[in-house]
C-alpha cells in the first residue's frame, strides 16, 4: 500500500462527507522491476544470437561435408583450462617421415699415406629392402672404402654393383634386410609449381637426414657433361654438397628425382639444384643392379660437333671414322660425312645425337640423315652396343 500523509491527504469538498486519500509509488520497486526486464532482454538476446550463429555454421559447414583439403586440428586443454590448437602434419612432415629413413649417408674413402682417407661424403636412397642403394656416381668414385649411414644411426660397409658415369648413376649395396624402402614415382606427371622435398646429407654426416622444401622450377633441362647428357628437373629447394644422391620427392612422398647438382656457387646464384628426373633413372638403376653396367647403343662413328662457319652454315656431327662393322659403316655413311638428322630430329651437335640416341635400345633401326659434298643422303642404322 502507499504511505499515508495528513498534509497531502484528506481534502473535504462541498461538505461532502467523503475524502480521497493520494498514494505515492515507491520509487525503489520501479528500478528494480526495470533491472530485471533489462535482464531478461540481455537473456533473450544473446539465446536468440546463439541460435542464429548455430543454423549459419550448420547452413555453410553441414555434417559429413569433406574438409580433407583443409588443414585437420584437434583441441586440448592445458592448465587454465584454455583451449589450444594443436595442427597436424603437412605434407612435408609426413614426406619426412616416410621417405628420411630410406635415406642414407655415404662416406667415400680411400687408401691414403696414412691408412684410409675419407675423400667426401654424399647420399643414396634404400631401393629394395635387400641393401641395395642408388647414389651418384660422382660420390662413389675411386672408392677403395665405403661406409654407408642408415638413420638409426648403424654403419655398414658398402660394396658397388654397379655404376655409370654416362648418367652419374651408381648402385652399391650394404648386407642387411627388411630395410625402409622409397617409393619410385613417375616424373613425367611433375608440374612446374608443385611441392619439391630434398632429403639428404648436405656438408656431411653432422647435417644427415636433412629436409628442404621448395617447388619445381623446370622441367626436362639438359645438362652436358663431357659426354654426358642429363635431363634433369630444376628446383630451389636447397641442394648444397652431399645432399648428391639424395631424394627429391613429390608431396605424396614418392621420389621423383635424384640429386645431383648445384649450379651458380660461381657466379653467387642460389636456388638452381638439379635432380636426374626418375623416369630416366629407373631403366639405369635396373641394369646396374642385375647386370652391373648398363647396355646402350651406339651409331658406330667416332667425331664431334661441326663449325657451321667452315661448313658453309651447315650444322651437324662430323664423322671422322667409323668403327669397324658398326651400324654407320654397314649402313653406307662414310668418313667425312656430316649427320645433319637423327630419328627424324635435327641434331646440332654431339649432345643432340647423345640425347636421340639415350631414348633407344640396342637392335633399334633409326632413319638418318647425312650432308656429303652438297647433298643430302638417307640412310637406315641399325644400333649396335657399345664397347
Known sequence: ????????????????????????????????????????????AMTSGAVTANYVVQSKYPQGTDNSKKTPVKSINNSNNATTQIIKENAINKVAETVGPAVVAISNRAEGFFGDVKQGTGSGIIFNEEGYIVTNNHVIEDATKLT?????????????????????????????????????????????????IAIGNPL??????????????????????????????????????????????????????????????????????????????????????????????????????????????????????????????????????IMVEFDNKKIRNFSDLSSILFEHKVGDVVSCKVWRNGNTEKYKVRLSQAE
Open 1 to 44: 500500500m502507499g504511505e499515508y500523509r495528513e498534509n497531502d491527504s484528506a481534502q473535504m469538498n462541498n461538505g461532502d462527507s467523503n475524502y480521497h486519500i493520494k498514494f505515492r509509488k515507491n520509487k525503489k520497486s520501479n528500478i528494480l522491476k526495470r533491472i530485471v526486464y533489462f535482464i531478461i532482454f540481455v537473456l533473450i
Open 148 to 196: 654407408v649411414k642408415l638413420s638409426s644411426g648403424k654403419e655398414l660397409e658398402a660394396k658397388v654393383i654397379g655404376k655409370d658415369p654416362k648418367s652419374d648413376l651408381a648402385v652399391i649395396k650394404i648386407n642387411s634386410k627388411n630395410l625402409p624402402v622409397a617409393k619410385f614415382g613417375d616424373s613425367s606427371k611433375v608440374k612446374v609449381g608443385d611441392l619439391a
Open 204 to 337: 656431411g654426416e653432422e647435417f644427415a637426414g636433412s629436409v628442404t622444401a621448395g617447388i619445381i622450377s623446370a622441367l626436362n633441362r639438359k645438362i652436358v657433361s663431357g659426354e654426358s647428357v642429363y635431363k634433369v628437373l630444376q628446383t630451389d629447394a636447397a641442394i648444397n654438397p652431399g645432399n648428391s644422391g639424395g631424394a627429391l620427392c613429390n608431396e605424396n612422398g614418392e621420389v621423383v628425382g635424384i640429386n645431383s647438382l648445384k649450379l651458380g656457387a660461381q657466379v653467387n646464384a642460389e636456388g638452381m639444384g638439379f635432380a636426374i628426373a626418375i623416369n630416366e633413372a629407373k631403366e639405369i638403376i635396373e641394369q646396374l643392379k642385375n647386370k652391373g653396367k648398363v647396355i646402350r647403343p651406339v651409331v658406330g662413328i667416332y667425331g664431334g660437333t661441326v663449325n657451321p662457319q667452315a661448313t658453309g652454315g651447315v650444322e651437324g656431327v662430323y664423322v671422322s671414322k667409323l668403327v669397324p662393322n658398326g651400324g654407320a659403316e654397314k649402313a653406307g655413311i662414310q668418313p667425312g660425312d
